[in-house]
Nanobody, 121 residues
Framework: QVQLVESGGGLVQPGGSLRLSCAAS????????MRWYRQAPGKERELVAG???????NYADAVKGRFTISRDNAKKSVYLQSNSLKPEDTAIYYC???????????????WGQGTQVTVSS
């Protein structure tokens, strides 16, 4: 069974930092783009950052200059370094990836279960 598992969320004070991690597991042949999304209470899920298999990145305007996405292809993992956190960054953060698995041999989109980030004093 192919899974994306996030970790690293928690409670942090405004101005603080967190590093989110997401690891893919299962019978995976290849991973294309990987992304982080977030969903705050009462709001729609939004794209936070994305990274291609070659390392090209893109960010939402709200996090540019504060968040950094990176990946380790050997570990089938993607990370989100979040600095200068603000209360409005409070949300459930979801990992997302386009992967081809050894069971379907088809490129599909997968989601993790999410990790809570709360920014509060």
């Amino acid at each position: 069974q192919v899974q994306l598992v996030e970790s690293g969320g928690g409670l942090v004070q405004p101005g603080g930092s967190l590093r989110l991690s997401c690891a893919a597991s299962g019978s995976i042949l290849s991973i294309n783009a990987m992304r982080w999304y977030r969903q705050a209470p009462g709001k729609e899920r939004e794209l936070v950052a994305g990274i291609t298999s070659s390392g090209l990145t893109n960010y939402a305007d709200a996090v540019k200059g504060r968040f950094t996405i990176s990946r380790d292809n050997a570990k089938k993992s993607v990370y989100l370094q979040s600095n200068s956190l603000k209360p409005e960054d409070t949300a459930i953060y979801y990992c997302n990836a386009d992967m081809t698995t050894g069971t379907t041999f088809v490129l599909r989109n997968y989601w993790g279960q999410g990790t809570q980030v709360t920014v509060s004093s």
